[in-house]
C-alpha cells in the first residue's frame, strides 16, 4: 500500500504565502516523479506544477514567478512554496506521485487526499 499526505494548507491573506508538504508512505521502490494540481470551486484539476525524475520543474503560467516545488528523495517528500498569493488561488492542492513499489513494477500514479488553501481578506 502506497499512501500520500499532503500538510499545509489553510487560510491566507491576499500577498501572503504557505507551504504545502506531500510526503509518501508505504511500500516505495522510487518516486519517480511528483505533481501538485488543484481544484478550485467548480473547477476540474488543473496542473500546479511538476518535477519529474529529471529534475527540471515546470508550472503553470499562473504559477510561474510566485510558486516553487522542490522533492526531498531521502524522505519520500514533495514541497510547493507558494507567494504572493491571489484569491483565485483558492483551492484544494493536490499530490501526486509516480511511485514504483518494485524494482520490477511499473510506475502507478497515486493522489492525496487534498489540503484546502483559501486566500481571503
Known amino acids: 500500500q502506497v499512501q500520500l499526505v499532503e500538510s499545509g494548507g489553510g487560510t491566507v491573506q491576499p500577498g501572503g504565502s504557505l507551504r504545502l508538504a506531500c510526503s509518501a508512505s508505504g511500500t516505495i521502490y522510487r518516486v519517480n516523479g511528483w505533481g501538485w494540481y488543484r481544484q478550485g470551486p467548480g473547477n476540474s484539476h488543473e496542473l500546479v506544477a511538476g518535477?519529474?525524475?529529471?529534475?527540471?520543474?515546470y508550472y503553470a503560467e499562473f504559477a510561474k514567478g510566485r510558486f516553487t516545488v522542490s522533492r526531498d528523495n531521502a524522505t519520500d517528500a514533495v514541497y510547493l512554496q507558494m507567494n504572493s498569493l491571489k484569491p483565485e488561488d483558492t483551492a484544494v492542492y493536490l499530490c501526486n506521485a509516480k511511485i514504483k513499489r518494485t524494482r520490477g513494477e511499473s510506475a502507478y500514479d497515486y493522489w492525496g487526499q487534498g489540503t484546502q488553501v483559501t486566500v481571503s481578506s
Open positions: 518535477l519529474p525524475s529529471s529534475g527540471y520543474e
